[in-house]
């Protein structure tokens, strides 16, 4: 079956400019997960959904970015003012459930330039 | 705070050698463990996961065991092959906060014919 799609796969932007950036889980499961990825780094953890609502958005950096999930599906996150320090990959992972057995399956990723 | 410890890559291998991957972690309670891996130009995917302290957790020839008194799950591997060249996260997941990982830095491993 279909697995997590992020869309675009590359996105480059000048500094100072907005940008969302897509994800779409896969079918049916209610979990949705946010991480970024800088070169060379683990996966860092961003924000999460369970349904529309963001359970925790603990790991986002600051208040110029923000994520939404109207109808508990598909997820945007928009990052307002860009600066080069947001370049990085943007992972998006959905799971059945946020239980802690459960399996998060990663898409491949958004690659973020800001220049 | 919860942190997630790797060894540093790049580790290179020849076919068939044995590999381990440390990994240590900290953290209060008792969090999963899992190991994730990327292969070149892929998304990251499970490898294998332990919930439990002396679980252990294996998948395609891959083995890692939750040891809660050294807080550590190392990869190991008895004969690694040219395909298992990857990059390997270590990760954690506390229970009660909903599914959020935090990883380490990741070690890349290189197989050579």
């Known amino acids: 079956g279909a697995g997590v799609s992020q869309t675009p796969s590359n996105k480059v932007t000048e500094k100072g400019k907005y940008v969302e950036l897509r994800c779409d889980p896969i079918s049916g499961h209610t979990a949705l997960y946010w991480y970024r990825q800088s070169l060379g780094q683990g996966p860092e953890f961003l924000i999460y959904?369970?349904?529309?609502?963001?359970?925790?958005d603990s790991g986002l950096p600051n208040d110029r970015f923000f994520a939404v999930r109207p109808e508990g599906s598909v997820s945007t996150l928009k990052i307002q003012r860009t600066e080069r320090g947001d370049s990085a990959v943007y992972l998006c992972?959905?799971?059945?459930?946020?239980?802690?057995?459960?399996?998060?399956?990663f898409g491949p990723g958004t690659r973020l330039t800001v220049l | 705070g919860n942190s997630v410890t790797q060894m540093e890559g790049p580790v290179t291998l020849s076919e068939e050698a044995f590999l381990t991957i440390n990994c240590t972690y900290t953290a209060t309670g008792y969090p999963s463990l899992f190991w994730y891996v990327q292969y070149p130009g892929e998304g990251l995917q499970l490898l294998l996961k332990a919930t439990k302290a002396d679980d252990k957790g294996s998948n395609k020839g891959f083995e890692a065991t939750y040891r809660k008194e050294t807080t550590s799950f190392h990869l190991e591997k008895g004969s690694v092959q040219v395909s298992d060249s990857a990059v390997y996260f270590c990760a954690l997941r506390k229970p009660n906060q909903g599914g959020k990982l935090i990883f380490g830095q990741g070690t890349e491993l290189s197989v050579k014919p």
């Open positions: 992972a959905s799971s059945p459930r946020e239980g802690v057995t459960d399996t998060q399956y």
């Open positions: 959904f369970q349904g529309t609502g963001a359970a925790d």
